[in-house]
């Protein structure tokens, strides 16, 4: 009888212990799971590349961050058409859900 308590208590914190580590990678509203921020990595990398790519875009000072696939970009370019286009762009690559413009000019 006490190998089937013993068994009981052990497959109950196995269960909990599991339970809480898939709760302690999921995301909130202000934070990411582990999932979420490889996901937001990955767009932040796409759209860096598709900015540094763009043969219309004359600057390389636009920053980039994502979180939960809303993009957010800063620095500083030479134009109002470095930033619309630069928007653009980054509402072209796939994953980005919203693009915030916080980029200034020079």
């Known amino acids: 009888m006490r190998t089937s308590i013993?068994?009981?208590?052990?497959?109950?914190a196995t269960l909990f212990i599991g339970a809480m580590t898939i709760v302690a990678c999921a995301s909130t509203a202000h934070t990411e799971g582990t999932g979420g921020y490889i996901d937001d990595t990955v767009i932040?990398?796409?759209?860096?590349?598709?900015?540094?790519?763009?043969?219309?875009?004359?600057?390389?000072?636009?920053?980039?961050?994502?979180?939960?696939?809303?993009?957010?970009?800063?620095?500083?370019?030479?134009s109002?058409?470095?930033i619309n286009q630069a928007v653009?762009?980054?509402?072209?690559?796939?994953?980005?859900?919203?693009?915030t413009n916080d980029m200034k000019l020079k």
């Open 6 to 12: 013993a068994r009981r208590i052990a497959a109950s």
């Open 88 to 99: 653009k762009v980054a509402r072209g690559v796939e994953g980005v859900t919203s693009v």
């Open 44 to 78: 932040t990398t796409k759209v860096k590349a598709a900015v540094l790519g763009d043969p219309n875009l004359k600057s390389a000072e636009i920053n980039v961050e994502t979180f939960k696939g809303r993009v957010q970009l800063s620095g500083f370019v030479g």
């Open 80 to 82: 109002q058409a470095d």
